[in-house]
């Protein structure tokens, strides 16, 4: 076995709760990599100030949004164009995509991905407009791989009383009040999980609808709804989700052989702004303090960034098989899987073709074993400086505000991601006594590519 190998293998580098890796290193802010060691000269660690962050912040975000005019795809443009002349677009393209904003995403006169809930399974509308909405929302999935959906019903008695914060049991108090008093969280995540892939995803953390809180989780306990995959039981809490620091960028569950194809993330509960959080400096404007917004990142588009840039670092990544690992030993999980960060479709022309899909997960990723060598004297140091390299290289495209968007997610927000394409992470939160509540679900890439099959759409 290689030296570095070993090294990087040493239980130290290691959650002794989680089993994830320890050592990988991320700002604690908003979850980006840190910079190559060569740039730490120009670029201290603690370089920027809060305050300072919060204006680079806005000031990227400010900035209009623009589609990648070269990739494979139909262009922004050309998209926008055929909505407004009512003719039919080519919606078998996929859009690469960066520079979003939170505006941009919010506003129904600009956003590609903007839905409602209502619109998608209110019993006011047709159901010929229903059908419609669903077959837009499988294209606008397909194109994007992001999807925002408004006015989800939020509420849920798996969340005591104890644990809401005042905004909380306000929503709670007017749904009483209101016709749709059978909806809950939990119903709607379901319905939503129908419309894009029949039903949820049985994985490691439950057979139907998960709760991820800052405290724990709410579903621990079998009850009598388990049957109906209202929620779910023996679910592994063995990950960082389960916590308040920022996540880095990811995909989820790189330790399974098929990664799930869509996740389903609703905002039940954000985050309480503390007294230092809320507070303004001699500026008249917040001083940022992360609040657990979400981040999203459009993984093909990073990947063709990468091909553009560094040609030799997108082969590596493309061609090299990484190990992926997840261990939950109350629950008794182990799983391992391997796979490349860019997985291509060969193009017969003895490189790399159309991106399949992306595989990223740093805190899950055992360290890297080359291949075995063809003879004793081989030398390893290559491989380990080359992999070093090339995902430095990978993690520059990924820290960039461009490629980046920041949504400061509100109750009924809904994000449906798709999981082999767009990466999630997270900035990081102040505790308080009121957990941040995220509920959700996974739909397996095979039923979200029946889904689109059906829906006309080339699924490669």
């Given at each position: 076995?290689?030296?570095?190998?070993?090294?990087?293998?040493d239980?130290?580098?290691?959650d002794?709760?989680?089993?994830?890796?320890?050592?990988?290193?991320f700002?604690?802010?908003?979850?980006?990599?840190?910079?190559?060691?060569?740039?730490?000269?120009t670029?201290?660690?603690?370089?920027?100030?809060?305050?300072?962050?919060?204006?680079?912040?806005?000031?990227?975000?400010?900035?209009k949004?623009?589609a990648?005019?070269?990739?494979?795809?139909?262009?922004?443009?050309?998209f926008?164009?055929?909505?407004?002349?009512?003719?039919?677009?080519?919606a078998?393209k996929?859009?690469?995509?960066?520079?979003?904003?939170?505006?941009?995403?919010?506003?129904?006169?600009?956003?590609?991905?903007?839905?409602?809930?209502?619109?998608?399974?209110?019993?006011?509308?047709?159901?010929?407009?229903?059908?419609?909405?669903?077959?837009?929302i499988?294209?606008?999935?397909?194109?994007?791989?992001?999807?925002?959906?408004?006015?989800?019903?939020?509420?849920?008695?798996?969340?005591?009383?104890e644990?809401?914060?005042?905004?909380?049991?306000?929503?709670?108090?007017a749904n009483?009040n209101?016709?749709?008093?059978?909806?809950?969280?939990?119903?709607?995540?379901?319905?939503?999980?129908?419309?894009?892939g029949?039903?949820?995803?049985?994985?490691?953390?439950?057979?139907?609808?998960?709760?991820?809180?800052?405290?724990?989780?709410?579903y621990?306990?079998?009850?009598?709804d388990?049957a109906?995959?209202?929620n779910?039981?023996s679910?592994?809490?063995?990950?960082?989700?389960?916590?308040?620091t920022?996540?880095?960028?990811?995909?989820?569950?790189?330790?399974l052989?098929?990664?799930?194809?869509v996740q389903v993330?609703?905002?039940?509960?954000?985050?309480?702004?503390?007294?230092?959080?809320?507070?303004?400096?001699?500026?008249?404007?917040?001083?940022?303090?992360?609040?657990?917004q979400?981040?999203y990142l459009?993984?093909f588009?990073?990947?063709?960034?990468?091909?553009?840039?560094?040609?030799?670092?997108?082969?590596i990544?493309?061609?090299?098989?990484?190990?992926?690992?997840?261990?939950d030993?109350?629950e008794g999980?182990?799983?391992?899987?391997?796979?490349?960060?860019?997985?291509?479709?060969p193009?017969g022309?003895?490189?790399?073709?159309?991106?399949?899909?992306?595989?990223?997960?740093?805190?899950?990723?055992?360290?890297?074993?080359?291949?075995?060598?063809?003879?004793?004297?081989?030398?390893?140091?290559?491989?380990?400086?080359?992999?070093?390299?090339?995902?430095?290289?990978?993690?520059?495209?990924?820290?960039?505000?461009?490629m980046?968007l920041?949504?400061d997610l509100?109750?009924?927000?809904?994000?449906?991601?798709?999981?082999q394409?767009?990466?999630?992470?997270?900035?990081?939160f102040?505790?308080?006594?009121f957990?941040?509540v995220?509920?959700g679900?996974?739909?397996?890439?095979?039923?979200?590519?029946?889904?689109?099959?059906r829906?006309?759409?080339r699924?490669v």
């Amino acid at each position: 076995m290689p030296k570095k190998y070993l090294e990087a293998y040493d239980d130290k580098k290691f959650d002794f709760s989680t089993h994830q890796r320890n050592d990988v290193m991320f700002d604690p802010f908003d979850g980006k990599p840190p910079l190559p060691t060569s740039l730490t000269s120009t670029h201290s660690a603690t370089r920027e100030s809060a305050i300072t962050k919060s204006k680079d912040w806005i000031d990227t975000h400010m900035s209009k949004w623009r589609a990648d005019t070269n990739n494979f795809d139909i262009s922004w443009q050309h998209f926008m164009s055929t909505i407004h002349e009512s003719t039919t677009h080519d919606a078998s393209k996929r859009i690469l995509w960066s520079n979003w904003t939170e505006d941009i995403v919010r506003d129904p006169n600009t956003s590609p991905i903007l839905f409602e809930y209502d619109s998608l399974v209110s019993d006011n509308i047709s159901k010929d407009a229903t059908n419609l909405e669903h077959e837009r929302i499988l294209k606008v999935l397909y194109q994007y791989g992001l999807v925002l959906i408004t006015g989800t019903p939020s509420y849920t008695d798996s969340l005591p009383v104890e644990a809401m914060s005042e905004a909380t049991k306000k929503a709670h108090a007017a749904n009483n009040n209101s016709e749709n008093t059978n909806k809950s969280a939990e119903s709607a995540i379901l319905q939503l999980a129908a419309i894009i892939g029949y039903h949820p995803l049985q994985t490691l953390y439950g057979s139907g609808v998960w709760s991820t809180s800052s405290q724990s989780s709410f579903y621990d306990n079998v009850n009598e709804d388990s049957a109906a995959g209202n929620n779910s039981t023996s679910a592994s809490t063995a990950d960082s989700a389960y916590g308040s620091t920022s996540l880095p960028l990811h995909t989820d569950m790189t330790y399974l052989s098929t990664p799930p194809g869509v996740q389903v993330f609703l905002m039940v509960q954000p985050a309480e702004l503390t007294t230092s959080a809320s507070s303004s400096n001699d500026n008249n404007t917040i001083t940022s303090v992360p609040k657990g917004q979400s981040i999203y990142l459009d993984g093909f588009a990073a990947a063709r960034q990468l091909q553009i840039e560094n040609p030799e670092a997108y082969r590596i990544l493309a061609s090299t098989q990484r190990t992926y690992r997840c261990i939950d030993n109350d629950e008794g999980w182990h799983l391992e899987a391997t796979g490349p960060v860019i997985d291509t479709i060969p193009s017969g022309k003895n490189d790399y073709g159309l991106v399949k899909s992306i595989r990223h997960n740093d805190l899950d990723r055992l360290p890297d074993l080359p291949l075995y060598p063809t003879n004793e004297s081989k030398d390893f140091g290559s491989f380990y400086d080359d992999m070093i390299k090339a995902h430095n290289a990978w993690d520059d495209i990924l820290r960039r505000d461009s490629m980046r968007l920041v949504i400061d997610l509100k109750p009924g927000d809904c994000i449906l991601v798709a999981n082999q394409r767009c990466m999630h992470g997270r900035y990081a939160f102040e505790t308080s006594s009121f957990p941040r509540v995220v509920m959700g679900c996974y739909v397996g890439i095979d039923e979200l590519s029946s889904k689109w099959r059906r829906a006309g759409l080339r699924v490669v």
